[in-house]
Nanobody
């Protein structure tokens, strides 16, 4: 089992920045990749960004490319999502997701990000 805890959400004005953190615990040695998703009210949960635990090339949704940066600190078992130039449409609950080598998926509880116009 892998446990995930997100933090760093909050209220920010348009154009502002936030950094989300996702701390992993448990069987972290089995983690293959980490991803961020987000879910706005009344909408489906959408992919935002991903990075392999070994540090491969990250990938991003088109909507956040160039504004968001995913990174990881293996020593701290933590993945980050640096969000710059935030827009009101970025408002959502952001979830951290981990996939292990056996294709098990784990989710955090989510952290709210609200961007005011």
């Amino acid at each position: 089992q892998v446990q995930l805890v997100e933090s760093g959400g909050g209220l920010v004005q348009t154009g502002g920045s936030l950094r989300l953190s996702c701390a992993a615990s448990g069987r972290t040695f089995s983690v293959y990749n980490m991803r961020w998703f987000r879910q706005a009210p009344g909408k489906e949960r959408d992919f935002v960004a991903a990075i392999t635990w070994s540090g491969g090339i990250p990938n991003y949704a088109d909507s956040v490319e160039g504004r968001f940066t995913i990174s990881r600190d293996n020593a701290k078992n933590t993945v980050y999502l640096q969000m710059n130039s935030l827009k009101p449409e970025d408002t959502a609950v952001y979830y951290c997701n981990a996939r292990d080598m056996s294709y098990n998926y784990y989710w955090g509880q989510g952290t709210q990000v609200t961007v005011s116009s």
